[in-house]
């Protein structure tokens, strides 16, 4: 008989899905169509773009969006310099209680974003948890724009406000609590743990990476330049997922709280290691912006294949499996010595990256000679440099004599 297939369900803390992916907070969940159109696809959650008291004056420039691509514009890194929702209040409280009549089988979670004063948290969680929301995710962490306000992440970077705020909407709401964590500060963990001493049920971390993304060399303006001018954005995209793994790996290493990976997410190979690191739901928000709300499909399907070919029963089996292979420098193993092989020559090109490289960043053990490439296994170190600069994957990295 064979094997039951996986099962996609995912818990964290209080709140089940049907899969463990969901929208993050921003520009695909700006309206209450966007955020049915993705659960209509496949999605099992959603979180809404931040919501806002009437007081918070929201203004957007043009452009706000810069992007750092490869040579086939494939995406590398995005910046974006937008805010938070230009949507009312009650708009989203009309939209909330909508969006769950339709779909009550998904998890729909409001994103709330309030001054320093205590009372406009407290009134705004008031209203989206009346409204429906299954949950209330605290923005703490948004790197641009509301950080000059006092708000953002000028609350995320510093914990005793962490908990205040936290603690503050967990005396008037019932609903799970979630908090964002910004990625801008030397060490994580304060903030996690500010945030789950306030009440926190989950963190979710990270969000993005204050950045700037470039220049322009002929006019010398930053990027995105808004009638000349720029400023610091939030960094998103591929090129963060190493950081928001790190995070996520510290924080599930250290702290009991259920998370949800954010940062990089594009493929199910990806949400995959961030569930691996400690993870038990993802969120994505860029991958969705490049290439549309129907990845859904793929990463549900891929997640799903790797769960079986593994024999994982479920994704709560795959969660953590990871973190007892991650620990300290001085930890890992010097009895282990691996050196480069040439393992499939009949694919050199003979470009001489490999020699380059060991010649000037290695230890000069690899040179070339009538479009033959040879490696001194005496000399080679080990490092594995040549075997990610061969552009042809002729060198791999083997366990040495």
């Given amino acids: 008989m064979p094997a039951p297939y996986p099962s996609l369900e995912a818990t964290v803390g209080p709140l089940t899905f049907e899969n463990p992916f969901l929208l993050a907070s921003g520009p695909p969940t700006a309206s209450g169509e966007q955020i049915r159109r993705a659960f209509r696809l496949g999605w099992a959650g959603a979180v809404t773009k931040t919501i ?11 452009p706000r969006f810069a992007a750092w691509k490869d040579e086939r514009s494939g995406l590398l890194g995005f910046e974006n310099i937008e805010l938070l929702s230009r949507r009312s209040v009650p708009y ?22 309030a001054s320093p004063d205590i009372d406009e948290w407290q009134a705004l969680a008031r209203i989206v948890e009346a409204a429906g929301a299954d949950a209330i995710e605290l923005n703490v ?48 963990m304060p903030a996690a743990r500010a945030a789950v001493d306030g009440g926190a049920d989950i963190l979710s971390a990270i969000n993005t990476v204050q950045c700037l993304m ?25 090129a963060v997922k190493p950081i928001g793994l790190r995070m996520i790996s510290q924080i599930a290493r250290e702290l009991p709280v259920p998370l949800m990976g954010i940062g990089g997410i594009s493929r199910w190979q990806d949400a995959a290691e961030y569930i691996a690191a400690g993870a038990s739901a993802v969120q994505v ?8 709300a129907g990845i859904i499909r793929a990463m549900n399907a891929g997640l799903s294949g790797y769960l079986a070919e593994k024999r994982f029963p479920s ?25 480069a092989i040439r393992q499939f020559p009949e694919r050199c090109a003979s470009c001489g990256r490999c ?47």
């Avoid at 806002?52 to 043009?62: C, F, H, L, N, Y």
């Avoid at 928000?285 to 549309?292: D, I, K, P, R, Y």
């Fill in 315 to 339: 994704v709560g089996a795959l969660r953590g499996r990871a973190l007892s292979r991650i620990g300290t420098h001085a930890a890992l193993s010097r009895s282990v010595h691996r050196i």
């Fill in 141 to 188: 962490s948004c790197p641009h724009g509301m950080p000059e306000r006092g708000v953002g992440a000028a609350i995320g970077q510093h914990p005793d406000l962490i908990r205040e705020v936290t603690r503050a909407v967990r005396q008037v709401t019932a609903a799970p609590l979630i908090v964002k964590l910004t990625p801008n500060v030397t060490d994580i």
């Fill in 285 to 292: 928000c860029t991958a969705v912006m490049w290439e549309g």
């Fill in 92 to 113: 989203w409280t009309t939209e909330i209680a909508a969006i769950k009549r339709d779909h009550p089988d998904r998890v729909l979670v409001a994103s709330i974003m």
């Fill in 214 to 238: 470039g220049i322009d060399l002929e006019t010398l303006e930053p990027r995105p330049s808004v009638a000349g001018s720029s400023t610091y954005g939030g960094y998103s995209g591929p």
């Fill in 52 to 62: 806002t008291p009437g007081t918070m004056e929201i203004r957007d420039v043009s």
């Fill in 355 to 401: 020699v380059t490289a060991c010649r000037d960043g290695g230890y000069r053990a690899i040179s070339i000679a009538d479009r033959q490439v040879a490696i001194e296994k005496e000399r080679c170190d080990g490092c594995g440099l040549c075997s990610y600069v061969c552009p042809e994957g002729v060198i791999v990295m083997l366990p040495g004599a």
